[in-house]
């Protein structure tokens, strides 16, 4: 009596069955987990517009959103112009930055990689700080454009000195080590741009910390970008999962393994260029949400991108939520938060044998 | 055989120290040069030079020699001492990890210390209290940093990525603190965050040259230990050195004095890095702690006087400067690190 009936010749079609049960039940566990976390990112979304320096109770922030309250109701114009327009950008930043996390490290093979990490959000940072002051330039939308050169540039300068000194570290640790000092670099470059007088200083810190606080206007113009990025990133599941396997690898299943990095690179340098011209440099937001969703779903990148985009909208609306709760005067900008969460589970990963082999 | 090397052996040792003491000359007369330039053109009165000269001993009267011997004296003489702090850590810690990457700053004990300071600073505490708390600051940090990247001895590149870790989970907590900080000013903050001189008085003055002194008479008893570490551990505990208790307590010694040099200039980065290399190949040899000192002071007087004369941009943070000469270094150091291997 053979243990596993399935498996003998005689009868074909039950293995075909199984294999079907199987696939459509993680599958339907995977929709159920993305709903979930979409359920997760509305609560986050309520939480971020009921606290904050004055507290409005659930119901009034239901009815002032479906219009319910009358339009010169000082709670609803708290909820509708201030708070509204703050939970889309910490939603579209946080999916943006988290979607960006997830095809970097695939790209990379890399599991430390992130477009703060990197170096990569400083150098939009920097190329739209020399847009302001050198070439006055307004309005995020123009801000987009600077912050797309200024990344890609410091894309392609972390992956060349990464790929030149990849012999004498491991790949994983020349990038990170790379990305460290550039952001060293260009951190200190914004420095010495805006430290010159206090008034500047104060204006164009955000570029420096990033920050949602007072940003909220920026919405409108930065949100056509965002999206363009998020939605290019769809196709790319499918290509990430061969190049995650390595380029020979995918060389062998056909993929055009050139074609697709770059394309790749491209909409992950698009969508870090997006959140930074929106709210300034904020690190570790991909990192987490790249992490969490592997956790969540595991190295399927058809599924790792819309759950690294949530996970990662999720974290950064909880974060700025608890930005605006900690006591004390002001509000503490949400690049420091993400720091003080990220830091840690990136020494954890650092750790972990797959990246410095013991 | 033997016999025939020995006196060549002998004319090569003679020749090392030659170069060495003749680089560490050059060294010395080039932070003279460049203190006294600090003291004489760096900041915004102009005082005529025969004013100057009594004025920077200490001498003469009035409002010009206040300024001089208030705040420009002692700010080129914290550059220096700083930076040959800074060096003389950076060059402990590259010789004991024995990799160039591992120091103090890339570690992220400089950013432990500055946080730790910044913490007791908004509590109110001042004078030796902020140095104590930087020290523990940087004492902690790097117990945890060394702990973490621990796994059947520590690989020195896991000590670094844990290192920028933990560094930059330090940094966010110090902009938490200056950011809450209400009565911080700009520049003040500016210098726990990234490192500045700019409140630099005879205070921080002494502090810095005992520990330096200190720390180089600790280094003094240690070095024939220190000097068979190269050797390798096995070898060095035949000739009779203590290993690991040698190399725990010259960690702790290097992040100490770090620590004292960031808890009066805040953390500025990149000298301990690159003072070791360059010594190095100045004078030729790896165990090069004197030179690296000098380098290390030399680097950061000549920083600072960029920051404060600059055209352009000064006045500015000497922490910035050293960043942007110093981390192409630490990419070069990186790339390089590829041929020797």
Not at chain 1, 203 to 220: C, M, P
Request: hydrophobic residues 55%.
């Amino acid at each position: 009596m053979p243990v596993v009936p399935a498996l003998t010749s005689s009868d074909p079609t039950t293995l075909d069955d199984r294999l079907n049960v199987q696939v459509s039940t993680r599958g339907r566990r995977r929709i159920l987990g993305l709903l979930g976390l979409l359920v997760l990112t509305v609560i986050g979304a309520l939480l971020s517009l009921a606290l904050g320096a004055r507290d409005i109770a659930p119901g009034i922030v239901v009815e002032s959103l479906f219009g319910l309250r009358p339009s010169d109701d000082y709670e609803t114009l708290v909820v509708v112009t201030e708070r509204m327009p703050r939970a889309l950008l910490a939603l579209l930043v946080g999916a943006s930055l988290g979607c960006s996390g997830v095809i970097m490290q695939a790209l990379t093979r890399n599991p430390l990689a992130d477009p703060g990490v990197l170096g990569i959000e400083l150098g939009a940072a920097f190329a739209v700080l020399i847009g302001i002051l050198l070439f006055g330039v307004r309005g995020a939308s123009s801000y987009f454009w600077w912050a797309l050169a200024g990344s890609a540039v410091t894309a392609c300068i972390v992956l060349a000195i990464s790929r030149l000194a990849r012999l004498a570290a491991s790949a994983t640790i020349s990038l990170v080590i790379a990305g460290a000092a550039l952001s060293a670099i260009l951190g200190s470059l914004i420095t010495l741009l805006i430290v010159r007088d206090t008034a500047v200083y104060a204006h164009y810190n955000y570029w420096s910390v990033g920050q949602l606080n007072g940003r909220a206007g920026v919405i409108d113009e930065i949100w056509p970008f965002a999206l363009a990025g998020l939605l290019l990133a769809v196709p790319l599941g499918r290509p990430l999962n061969a190049l995650a396997l390595g380029e020979e690898v995918a060389e062998g299943l056909g993929l055009a393994v050139a074609r697709w990095q770059l394309s790749g690179a491209a909409v992950a340098v698009v969508l870090c260029a997006a959140a930074t011209a929106a709210v300034g440099p904020v690190a570790f937001v991909g990192l987490l949400g790249a992490h969490t969703a592997r956790l969540l779903v595991g190295g399927d990148h058809r599924w790792l991108l819309p759950y690294g985009a949530l996970c990662g909208a999720v974290l950064l609306l909880l974060a700025d939520v608890a930005c605006r709760l900690l006591p004390g005067n002001g509000e503490l900008q949400v690049a420091i938060a993400t720091a003080v969460i990220g830091a840690p589970v990136f020494v954890a990963l650092a750790r972990g044998r797959r990246v410095v082999p013991a | 055989m033997t016999d025939a090397l020995l006196p060549l052996l002998a004319l090569g040792r003679r020749r090392e120290r030659i170069r060495s003491i003749v680089v560490c000359v050059a060294l010395g007369a080039a932070i003279l040069l460049l203190t006294a330039a600090e003291i004489l053109i760096a900041g915004s009165a102009d005082i005529a030079l025969d004013e100057m000269i009594p004025a920077a001993f200490g001498l003469g009267d009035g409002l010009a020699a206040y300024v001089v011997f208030e705040t420009r004296v002692p700010r080129a003489l914290v550059a220096l001492l700083a930076g040959a702090l800074f060096g003389l850590a950076g060059h402990l810690y590259q010789r004991l990890v024995g990799n160039v990457l591992a120091t103090p700053d890339i570690l992220g004990i400089s950013a432990g210390a500055s946080a730790a300071a910044t913490a007791v600073l908004t509590l109110g505490v001042a004078g030796i209290g902020v140095q104590v708390s930087a020290v523990l600051g940087a004492l902690g940090v790097a117990a945890l940093v060394f702990l973490l990247s621990w796994h059947r001895g520590v690989s020195p590149y896991r000590l670094v990525l844990v290192g920028i870790g933990i560094g930059a989970c330090a940094s966010a907590i110090t902009t938490y603190l200056v950011t809450r900080a209400d009565e911080m000013s700009v520049e003040r903050a500016l210098r726990w965050m990234i490192g500045s001189l700019g409140g630099a008085d005879w205070n921080g003055v002494r502090v810095l040259l005992i520990t330096l002194v200190f720390g180089s008479v600790l280094l003094l008893i240690g070095s024939r230990g220190l000097r068979t570490f190269a050797l390798g551990d096995d070898l060095a505990a035949a000739l009779g050195t203590r290993v690991s208790r040698l190399r725990f307590g010259a960690l702790l010694l290097g992040a100490g004095l770090a620590a004292v040099a960031t808890s009066i200039t805040g953390p500025i980065g990149f000298v301990a890095l690159v003072s070791g290399p360059l010594a190095a190949r100045l004078v030729r040899r790896t165990d090069a702690a004197v030179a690296a000192t000098l380098v290390g002071a030399v680097i950061v007087v000549a920083a600072d006087l960029l920051a404060q004369t600059a055209p352009f941009i000064s006045p500015v943070p000497t922490g910035s400067i050293t960043a942007v000469i110093g981390a192409p270094a630490l990419i070069y150091l990186l790339v390089r690190g590829r041929r020797r291997s």
